[in-house]
Nanobody
Framework: QVQLVESGGGLVQAGGSLRLSCAAS????????MGWFRQAPGREREFVTG????????YYADSVKGRFTISRDNAKNTVYLQMNSLKPEDTAVYYC?????????????????????WGQGTQVTVSS
């Protein structure tokens, strides 16, 4: 089992920044790709970004490309999401997740069904 705990959410004005963290514990040696997803009220959960185990490969949804940056520190079993130039439409609960299998290709980062463990989520609210 892997436990994931997100932190860093909050209320920010449009144009501002937030940095989310996701700390993993438990059987962390079995972790591979880590990803961030988000769910806005009344909408389905959607992919935001993912990063490979080594950190050498990442993939972003078009809606956040150029504004968000994912990174990870395997020594700390933590993945980060730096969010800049935030917009009201970024308002959502943000979830981190981890895959236990090493899938080929960055498209695998976007597939929710391939993630094995999920955090409880952290709320991000962007005011206009």
């Amino acid at each position: 089992q892997v436990q994931l705990v997100e932190s860093g959410g909050g209320l920010v004005q449009a144009g501002g920044s937030l940095r989310l963290s996701c700390a993993a514990s438990g059987r962390t040696f079995s972790m591979y790709t880590m990803g961030w997803f988000r769910q806005a009220p009344g909408r389905e959960r959607e992919f935001v970004t993912g990063i490979s185990w080594s950190g050498s490969s990442s993939y972003y949804a078009d809606s956040v490309k150029g504004r968000f940056t994912i990174s990870r520190d395997n020594a700390k079993n933590t993945v980060y999401l730096q969010m800049n130039s935030l917009k009201p439409e970024d308002t959502a609960v943000y979830y981190c997740a981890v895959q236990r299998t090493a899938y080929a290709g960055t498209k695998s980062y976007t597939r929710e069904s391939l993630y094995d463990y999920w955090g409880q989520g952290t709320q991000v609210t962007v005011s206009s």
